[in-house]
């Protein structure tokens, strides 16, 4: 949690941005695993209550009554047969006062509150729900249909809230910035442990547990797989093998900041040539962002900038042929690259997803192309301003059902070399992944700390921590 006059000064921008009207955050409850008793834990609050009521608790609801100007805090205050198994909760009231707020009351008088609101026709703003149990609360309050909320959500709220989320205070780049270094924990942790013959999922285990010791755990479920042709592939049984490749896609949360990186590595530690090839392109491409993002420039024109980077290479290589600008202009490059660049990151992994992708990731100039194979997977386009943080994440994948898709209908065999591709369909996928802060003048990776990524540090790293396993296991022979 911030200082008070942090969430004070948040309401009271979010005030002048709305203008008029009701705001309505309802923050999250427990979210039940198997049984009403056994909850997934700890309790995740919703990102935007969090960002203008900064509390953790379950059950509470915020309210800005712009046009009264008044603030609540609704929420009923824990018993004692709650304290026996949940231990002391500070009351509503006194919630409320650590992010200055003076007005509390129970649950049921938010009800009498909303009718009353709604009575007179004044103006209710609502995000748009993505738990059931808020979708149910919100029909309660104000008589909206779950079918209907994303539609009647307000747009004039939901525009504000991501210009305000959407550039990081310093005391919220501070916050990813030790997410980031965790994030350094987790993935040295993979490239210390693997090796042929262990699985998957023990690898992912151990990476998930430096999560839950460093941090709040896990921003988003760790990927890590040989089959790094599958976008989210998760940690599974299999054997690691010997020549193979593997991605870990992992980051943790720390004080309710993400952190998100990717590295790829050869499970025996040293690359092949045909593996250091594709891996050299991917590399130079993710390096090319910090080059060409910075204030004023579009995300989506840094996008199409890599990937005709990564055409040009691919050509080298024989797999792409033909005008380079032309290629990328009809998608062939998607089947190397079958998503955007990166996403918007901060308190959530992909930061305000919810919100609408189009209000996060696009703007009035910038718009989404959900035509294109590939390019409507773009989650930012629009110009980056400083103070944004987001992922810079290229990736390339060689996927045999959609290399068989392109190849029976012909798509853009004129760019493409189907014969050499069909021998890459045992080679997997290859994806470098940090987070970066566009700056004044440009943009800077996030974290103190920077995982290997450079193939021959890489190698280094994986070599060295395999020979001080190897003493160690000598010594105690």
Same mark, same amino acid.
């Given at each position: 949690?911030?200082s008070?006059?942090?969430?004070? =000064?948040?309401?009271?921008? +979010?005030?002048?941005?709305?203008?008029?009207?009701?705001?309505?955050?309802?923050?999250?409850?427990?979210?039940?695993?198997?049984?009403?008793?056994?909850?997934?834990?700890?309790?995740?609050?919703?990102?935007? @209550? +969090?960002?203008?009521?900064?509390?953790?608790?379950?059950?509470?609801?915020g309210?800005?009554?712009?046009? #009264?100007?008044?603030?609540?805090?609704?929420?009923?205050?824990?018993?004692?047969?709650?304290?026996?198994?949940?231990?002391?909760?500070?009351?509503?009231?006194?919630?409320?006062?650590?992010?200055?707020?003076?007005k509390?009351?129970?649950?049921?008088?938010?009800?009498?509150?909303?009718?009353?609101?709604?009575?007179?026709?004044?103006?209710?703003?609502?995000l748009?729900?993505?738990? @059931? &149990?808020?979708?149910?609360?919100?029909?309660? %309050?104000?008589?909206?249909h779950?079918?209907?909320?994303?539609?009647?959500?307000?747009?004039?709220?939901?525009?504000?809230?991501?210009?305000?989320?959407?550039?990081?205070?310093?005391?919220?780049?501070?916050?990813?910035?030790?997410?980031?270094?965790v994030?350094?924990?987790?993935?040295?942790?993979?490239? *210390?442990?693997?090796?042929?013959?262990?699985?998957?999922?023990?690898? $992912?285990?151990?990476?998930?547990?430096?999560?839950?010791?460093?941090?709040?755990?896990?921003?988003?479920?760790?990927?890590?797989?040989?089959?790094?042709?599958?976008? !989210?592939?998760?940690?599974?049984?299999?054997?690691?093998?010997?020549?193979?490749?593997?991605?870990?896609?992992?980051?943790?949360? %720390?004080?309710?900041?993400?952190?998100?990186?990717?590295?790829? *590595?050869?499970? #025996?530690?040293?690359?092949?040539?045909?593996?250091?090839?594709?891996?050299s392109?991917?590399?130079?491409?993710? &390096?090319?962002?910090?080059?060409?993002?910075?204030?004023?420039?579009?995300?989506?024109?840094?996008?199409?900038?890599?990937?005709?980077?990564?055409?040009?290479?691919?050509?080298?290589?024989?797999?792409?042929?033909?005008?380079?600008?032309?290629a990328?202009?009809?998608?062939? !490059? $998607?089947?190397?690259?079958?998503?955007? %660049?990166?996403?918007?990151?901060?308190?959530?992994?992909?930061?305000m997803?919810?919100?609408?992708q189009?209000?996060?990731? @696009?703007?009035?100039?910038? =718009?989404?192309?959900?035509?294109?194979?590939?390019?409507?997977?773009?989650?930012?386009?629009?110009?980056?301003e400083?103070?944004?943080?987001?992922?810079?994440?290229?990736?390339?994948?060689?996927?045999?059902?959609?290399?068989d898709d392109?190849?029976?209908?012909? !798509?853009?065999k004129?760019?493409?070399?189907?014969?050499?591709?069909?021998?890459?369909?045992?080679?997997?996928?290859?994806?470098?992944?940090?987070?970066?802060?566009?700056?004044?003048?440009?943009?800077?990776?996030?974290?103190?700390?920077?995982?290997?990524?450079?193939?021959?540090?890489?190698?280094?790293? *994986?070599?060295? #921590?395999?020979? #001080?396993?190897?003493?160690?296991?000598?010594?105690?022979?």
């Amino acid at each position: 949690m911030f200082s008070k006059e942090t969430y004070i =000064r948040r309401r009271a921008e +979010l005030k002048k941005l709305v203008g008029e009207g009701v705001i309505i955050f309802i923050g999250n409850n427990e979210a039940p695993y198997n049984y009403p008793a056994n909850t997934y834990a700890p309790m995740r609050q919703d990102s935007s @209550f +969090l960002y203008y009521f900064g509390q953790h608790r379950d059950g509470l609801v915020g309210v800005i009554d712009i046009d #009264n100007d008044e603030e609540w805090l609704f929420g009923d205050d824990i018993d004692v047969e709650d304290i026996v198994w949940m231990g002391f909760t500070p009351s509503v009231t006194d919630l409320a006062a650590e992010v200055g707020i003076t007005k509390t009351a129970p649950m049921a008088k938010l009800v009498e509150v909303c009718h009353r609101v709604t009575a007179t026709n004044a103006t209710v703003h609502f995000l748009p729900p993505y738990r @059931f &149990d808020t979708k149910i609360q919100i029909m309660d %309050l104000l008589g909206i249909h779950p079918s209907q909320q994303k539609e009647k959500a307000s747009l004039k709220l939901i525009k504000a809230v991501v210009k305000m989320r959407a550039t990081k205070e310093p005391q919220e780049i501070e916050a990813i910035e030790k997410a980031c270094d965790v994030g350094f924990a987790m993935h040295t942790m993979a490239q *210390m442990l693997i090796k042929p013959g262990l699985t998957e999922r023990l690898v $992912a285990g151990q990476v998930d547990g430096i999560a839950r010791s460093l941090s709040q755990g896990n921003g988003f479920p760790t990927i890590f797989s040989q089959h790094g042709e599958i976008m !989210h592939g998760s940690p599974s049984d299999a054997v690691l093998e010997d020549g193979r490749l593997v991605i870990c896609d992992a980051g943790c949360e %720390l004080d309710d900041y993400c952190s998100d990186h990717t590295r790829t *590595m050869p499970v #025996n530690g040293k690359f092949t040539q045909r593996q250091l090839e594709i891996y050299s392109i991917v590399e130079e491409c993710h &390096d090319y962002v910090l080059d060409v993002a910075k204030p004023g420039v579009k995300y989506m024109d840094v996008h199409f900038a890599v990937c005709r980077k990564m055409t040009e290479r691919l050509k080298d290589l024989g797999l792409m042929k033909g005008d380079t600008d032309e290629a990328v202009k009809a998608g062939a !490059h $998607a089947m190397f690259l079958p998503h955007g %660049l990166g996403h918007m990151m901060g308190m959530d992994v992909h930061d305000m997803e919810g919100l609408g992708q189009i209000y996060v990731g @696009f703007d009035e100039e910038t =718009r989404p192309n959900l035509e294109q194979f590939g390019t409507n997977c773009l989650r930012m386009g629009r110009k980056l301003e400083e103070g944004f943080v987001l992922t810079d994440e290229p990736g390339i994948y060689f996927i045999p059902a959609l290399i068989d898709d392109w190849k029976a209908s012909g !798509h853009c065999k004129e760019f493409i070399n189907f014969d050499k591709l069909e021998t890459y369909k045992d080679f997997g996928g290859i994806r470098i992944e940090d987070d970066i802060l566009i700056t004044k003048e440009g943009c800077r990776f996030l974290g103190s700390k920077r995982i290997a990524y450079h193939p021959q540090e890489l190698e280094t790293f *994986m070599l060295k #921590n395999k020979e #001080n396993k190897e003493s160690k296991g000598n010594e105690c022979a």
